[in-house]
């Protein structure tokens, strides 16, 4: 299995980005995905998730801004991040429920 993230970057407070997850090596559309972030000194947390059907389940501290989706025909899960703030700054790690694997991760800094 593979997974390869793309979408970060520097963003200003309040802005938006929209990271993809591209996986390989799995059937993609039976397993549920999940996009993770780790900030400096602080563990890895679950930012959000969706199942194989579709249901999606956020962190209370993105519910709101946050959005999760998948598309199956391009083995992609997207997060789509809007009104950004400082503290979400984090590299942020895609994982698939089939094998448990992890991407490389993609650094989303915000700061003005």
């Known amino acids: 299995v593979q997974l390869v993230e793309s979408g970060g970057g520097l963003v200003q407070p309040g802005g938006s980005l929209s990271l993809s997850c591209v996986a390989s090596?799995?059937?993609?559309?039976?397993?549920?995905m999940g996009w993770y972030r780790q900030a400096p000194g602080k563990q890895r947390e679950l930012v959000a998730s969706?199942?194989?059907?579709?249901?999606?389940n956020y962190a209370d501290s993105v519910k709101g801004r946050f959005t999760i989706s998948r598309d199956n025909a391009k083995n992609t899960v997207i997060l789509q991040m809007n009104s950004l703030k400082p503290e979400d700054t984090a590299v942020y790690y895609c994982?698939?429920?089939?094998?448990?694997?992890w991407g490389q991760g993609t650094q989303v800094t915000v700061s003005s």
């Open positions: 969706i199942s194989s059907g579709g249901s999606t």
């Open positions: 994982k698939e429920n089939y094998r448990g694997s």
């Open positions: 090596g799995m059937i993609f559309s039976r397993y549920a």
